[in-house]
């Protein structure tokens, strides 16, 4: 699905949300992980939402892949993202936070430490 | 003179005394007074007739004189009437013939004299003013023409300016997500397409090309495209019953996005806000239709037919005949008809009781796109035929007879009070006659904060109901589902052992049946919206 043709899109991504920008939650991220809920999709479902649905039916996607593939804003998925929570249709997970390096300089006060107690 | 010799010759022939005879004397004695008389007859009757003559010319001259003061009299009344002929032409007629060519109901106002129109002179004036008229109108199409390039480069110019604007904003739109400055991009972009839109119109009414090379596209991609680059938007509902990947050709596509808008921008313009634009697309026999309905006050006859004309693009363009401001949309719509061979009617009234707009596009312009290959954009209505065999199997739903008269339940549905709502952009909006009121609960407890869970449980239950038939036509369910389902079993067991201690231990109840599904996540959510099978166990 990517390298798809350049060129200027035609629908731009204010069409999507109806003008939207502010998603109803909050607390969706770039990474968080979506889920469709299996639900069935209702018939009222504006067109972008139902196309995030679609492309979950082929598995979690992160809000950045979801943005990727749907050539949107990923400001534009948050807002889609945050509807289809609204209405139970999706489920979110937040982001796994990355896991954080130690400071090499604590280590190597510990692995002096070590040493003292051994020599001691 | 000849008196003269016979009296000399009486003289010689009475002083003569030789004579030897007297009776010639006396002969000559007669012959004197005869000759005399004679002279004197002869003098008398040359002194009438000289003085007849003298009469006869004298009264000649006289009648001479009389004609021809008549006729100098007639020639002034001639001139004058030519002067004050030629001074109408100029004061009256001449102005008139040179309003006429810029407002054809003036009349021309004819001849002072009646008698005047098939003469000589008359047609002389006449051609005069021919010769004004003709002159005029090749001025006036000189200058328009010059006008028109000097509008079709300043416009080029803004064109261009305002799309490189639009890289940027859009740029901007994807490397930033914050909320508060998305609005801002979203308002720019939009205002920023409005422009577009503008400048463009300008460009295309001057004879321009439309400025931008586009891929083929979906045919629904271009119509929404051309949706988007207007401020009512939102008020427009888009009903997609064409085949999925019907696309237009590359050279089609934006003369068909241009339309479209124009098309919708005269429809948003001449109906109450709020009403809604209904806008079909539809496959006919030669192509595809796109149909473009409002709700508003409609035209009059003369006014249809002065529009039908226009759209036509038969009749060329001159700015000045635009009006002040230029009403330059369906200028545009007839020039692009015109050069891309497609086909806009706006012949008869819609059955909303306003305008109905119909786009022909003929097959030659039109070309299949594959749709998993380059699907449409996320914010074009899907296809309702896709899904059109088992919808119609499983509900009454989806009808594909002539669209607009199977949707004026829409019309009423959504007064667009919610934000979330009025984003709905028409797909499906067949079936939202009985998904109405299922729809308004579903939003209404997500409103209400406090304690969403229970609330929407209920509802969402309640909602899921009719929603719930196309499910198993979509496709299997999956293991989670299943899990999910078993596990709201389970909840609904719980739930209704927990019933019996306390209202509020209905609560707990979920939680419990949550470990039996694979995902707690997963689970969770599902015995909230499952529930109601675990209701229906008790």
Not at chain 2, 351 to 372: C, F, M, N, Q
Not at chain 2, 484 to 504: C, E, F, K, P, V
Request: charged content about 20%; glycine content about 10%.
């Amino acid at each position: 699905m990517t390298g798809r043709r350049g060129g200027r899109p035609l629908v731009p991504a204010y069409l999507s949300t109806g003008g939207v920008a502010r998603p109803s939650r909050a607390h969706l991220e770039r990474l968080s992980v979506l889920t469709g809920s299996g639900e069935p999709a209702p018939a009222d479902l504006p067109a972008a939402q139902t196309a995030l649905l679609e492309e979950l039916e082929h598995g979690s996607l992160t809000v950045v892949e979801a943005a990727a593939l749907l050539r949107l804003p990923v400001s534009a998925v948050l807002v889609l993202a945050a509807g289809l929570l609204d209405r139970d249709l999706v489920l979110a997970r937040a982001p796994i936070p990355p896991a954080r390096r130690f400071d090499p300089d604590l280590l190597k006060r510990v692995a002096d430490g070590l040493r003292d107690l051994k020599h001691r | 003179m000849t008196v003269c010799t016979v009296l000399r010759v009486a003289r010689l022939s009475a002083s003569d005394p030789a004579l030897p005879d007297s009776l010639p004397g006396i002969d000559s004695m007669i012959e004197v007074p005869d000759l005399a008389v004679g002279a004197l007859a002869l003098g008398t009757l040359s002194a009438f007739a000289l003085g007849g003559g003298l009469l006869r010319s004298r009264r000649h001259l006289a009648a001479q004189r009389a004609k021809s003061a008549a006729l100098r009299a007639q020639l002034d009344g001639t001139t004058r009437a030519f002067t004050s002929e030629v001074e109408h032409l100029a004061a009256r007629r001449v102005p008139a013939a040179a309003r006429q060519a810029a407002h054809p109901h003036v009349t021309v106002p004819g001849p002072l004299s009646p008698q005047l129109a098939g003469s000589p002179l008359g047609s002389a004036l006449e051609q005069v003013l021919q010769g004004l008229h003709a002159e005029l109108a090749a001025q006036r199409t000189r200058i328009d023409a010059a006008a028109q390039a000097g509008m079709r480069g300043a416009t080029r110019e803004i064109q261009a300016a305002l799309y490189r604007l639009q890289d940027a904003l859009r740029g901007l739109q994807q490397r930033y997500d914050d909320p508060e400055l998305t609005q801002t991009l979203f308002e720019l972009d939009h205002e920023n397409e409005q422009s577009l839109r503008r400048a463009q119109i300008a460009a295309v009414v001057c004879g321009a090309w439309v400025g931008l090379a586009r891929e083929e596209s979906h045919l629904v991609d271009a119509v929404t495209g051309g949706q988007a680059r207007l401020a009512g938007y939102r008020r427009v509902r888009v009903g997609n019953h064409l085949a999925p990947g019907t696309g237009l050709v590359s050279h089609a596509v934006e003369p068909v996005a241009i339309i479209v808008a124009e098309l919708l921008d005269n429809a948003l313009r001449h109906s109450a806000p709020d009403t809604d634009v209904v806008v079909h697309l539809e496959a006919v026999h030669h192509g595809v239709c796109v149909t473009v309905d409002d709700a508003g006050l409609g035209m009059t006859q003369d006014e249809r037919a002065r529009a039908q004309r226009m759209v036509a693009g038969s009749d060329p363009i001159l700015l000045t005949e635009l009006g002040d401001p230029p009403r330059m949309g369906l200028a545009a719509i007839g020039q692009l008809t015109r050069q891309f061979d497609l086909n806009v009617d706006l012949s008869s009234p819609s059955p909303y009781g306003g305008v109905r707009a119909v786009l022909r596009i003929d097959s030659h312009l039109l070309t299949r796109i594959d749709p998993e290959a380059v699907p449409p954009a996320a914010g074009a209505p899907r296809s309702t035929r896709r899904e059109a065999a088992p919808v119609t199997g499983s509900g009454p739903g989806t009808s594909h007879g002539p669209g607009p008269t199977t949707s004026p339940g829409p019309q009423p549905g959504p007064p667009a009070p919610l934000p979330a709502a009025s984003d709905d952009h028409g797909y499906g909006a067949e079936q939202a006659p009985g998904h109405d009121a299922p729809a308004s609960g579903h939003h209404g407890p997500r409103d209400g904060g406090g304690l969403p869970q229970r609330r929407r449980r209920g509802r969402t239950t309640a909602a899921a109901g009719p929603a719930a038939a196309p499910a198993p036509a979509r496709r299997a369910r999956r293991p989670e589902e299943s899990a999910a389902a078993l596990g709201a079993l389970q909840s609904g067991t719980a739930a209704a052992r927990t019933d019996a201690r306390s209202n509020a231990g209905a609560d707990p109840a979920v939680p419990e049946g949550a470990p039996a599904a694979t995902s707690a996540g997963t689970a969770a959510e599902n015995t909230d919206s499952n529930d109601h099978e675990g209701g229906t166990a008790r």
